[in-house]
């Protein structure tokens, strides 16, 4: 079984930047394909970025650019810098894990996933 716990969302300025966190439990992380997904009030819940184990990153088309996700594998840690934040970023970000591969942008490929982090975008 595999814990996730966000961390590092926030209210922030249309422009500015904020780093979401993610720990992970378990021994194995290295293992695990790593996303973030984001869901706004009324809406799907959406992909946003992955780090596969193969070290490859993917990034959704609006993001790409903004967004970095990094993993800190000493700490069982994935974070998703985001810089030149916009209002239509706003929105409760996830993290997840997967064990099984498949698609890097849907949300079957992950297994688990966290409680989520708000971030608001203030214009």
């Known amino acids: 079984q595999v814990q996730l716990v966000e961390s590092g969302g926030g209210l922030v300025q249309a422009g500015g930047s904020l780093r979401l966190s993610c720990a992970t439990t378990g021994r194995t992380f290295t293992t695990y394909n790593m996303g973030w997904f984001r869901q706004a009030p009324g809406k799907e819940r959406d992909f946003v970025a992955a780090s596969w184990t193969g070290g490859r990153a993917y990034y959704t088309e609006s993001v790409k650019g903004r967004f970095t996700i990094s993993r800190g594998n000493a700490k069982n840690t994935v974070y998703l810098q985001m810089n030149s934040l916009k209002p239509e970023d706003t929105a409760v970000y996830y993290c997840?894990?997967?064990?099984?591969?498949?698609?890097?942008?849907?949300?079957?490929?992950?297994?688990?996933w966290g409680q989520g982090t708000q971030v608001t975008v203030d214009s």
């Open positions: 997840a894990a997967g064990v099984n591969g498949g698609s890097t942008s849907s949300r079957a490929s992950y297994n688990y």
